[in-house]
């Protein structure tokens, strides 16, 4: 499995981006896909993930603002960002892997595929 992400840029305080990362090859009957990110001089921490059955987690600072979603027809999860803030500047990457259970989404070793990151920069 391949990724690219891709959607980042440089966004107001306030504004909004959308994340999108393409998959390629076979994801898995059971596969989750899910966004993280790093900002400088921190470690990689989770934003939101989405498994194949719909069901998605995020961590607590985006939850009401961030949203994710895939196109399965299209091997593509989306990353909506609103109402971003400048704490949200970081490399953003996607990730894959196949039969993580809720518990481990939001731990990166679950994952077995990663794309190469995309940077978004949120100004004050």
């Known amino acids: 499995v391949q990724l690219q992400a891709s959607g980042g840029g440089l966004v107001q305080a306030g504004g909004s981006l959308r994340l999108s990362c393409a998959a390629s090859g076979r994801l898995g009957s059971s596969y989750a896909m899910a966004w993280f990110r790093q900002a400088p001089g921190k470690e990689r921490e989770f934003v939101a993930a989405i498994r194949y059955s719909g069901t998605t987690s995020y961590t607590d600072s985006v939850k009401g603002r961030f949203t994710i979603s895939r196109d399965k027809a299209k091997n593509m999860v989306y990353l909506q960002m609103n109402s971003l803030e400048p704490d949200d500047t970081a490399v953003y990457y996607c990730?894959?892997?196949?039969?993580?259970?809720?518990?481990?989404?939001?731990?990166?070793?679950?994952?077995?595929?990663w794309g190469q990151g995309t940077q978004v920069t949120v100004s004050s």
């Open positions: 990730a894959s892997g196949n039969g993580i259970i809720m518990s481990s989404l939001a731990r990166a070793g679950a994952y077995s595929y």
